[in-house]
């Protein structure tokens, strides 16, 4: 009986040894996919203001540094003269609300004056942290923004332009 007893126990281990053997093996096989076509794999990033909502493949990604267990993937960061951006419509004053599709650790929004050049929106000024508020600026015109987040698995850097204007606000 004390023979079975041990057999059990023994099969038992062993069972539990390659539960968590084959978890390991499926963790890395994944990251090892993700890091092939990390595009896919990162999180998708939302921005709203006010009433208006910036679809997401109007917010690009111009640069990236992510983990994928024991690689590290990194995209060449790119400024905002070279990435496309299209500025929409918003009210002065509104809230900027950013949200990911993971939960993010920090969150820094840079804000800049914008240009038209040639039919493409760029910044004309050095980016400034935006420190105390999130909302859109008072004054009319055309704003650039740099939203950098970072995760517990590495940072993310995004664009995006609004063109502020009261003209349509009832006060």
């Not at 595009?39 to 917010?59: D, Q, R």
């Not at 509104?94 to 800049?112: D, K, N, R």
């Not at 650039?144 to 664009?159: L, S």
Request: hydrophobic share 40%; aromatic share 12%.
């Amino acid at each position: 009986m004390n023979r079975i007893y041990s057999r059990k126990i023994r099969r038992y281990i062993i069972a539990c040894i390659m539960l968590v053997l084959s978890g390991f093996v499926s963790v890395a096989i994944k990251d090892n996919i993700d890091a092939r076509n990390p595009e896919v794999s990162l999180p998708i990033i939302n921005v709203t203001t006010g009433y208006t909502v910036i679809p997401t493949v109007n917010v690009p990604r111009a640069g990236y540094e992510w983990s994928f267990g024991s690689k590290t993937v990194r995209s060449p960061y790119v400024s905002s003269i070279d990435v496309p951006i299209v500025a929409y419509e918003a009210m002065p004053n509104a809230p900027i609300l950013i949200g990911f599709t993971m939960p993010h650790t920090q969150l820094t929004l840079y804000e800049s004056k914008g240009v038209m050049y040639d039919g493409k929106v760029m910044s004309s000024e050095e980016f400034k942290e935006k420190r105390y508020s999130m909302n859109t600026p008072k004054e009319d015109g055309i704003y650039v923004y740099k939203a950098v987040a970072q995760f517990d698995r590495g940072n993310i850097v995004h664009y995006f332009a609004l063109n502020i204007t009261s003209a349509h606000t009832i006060l």
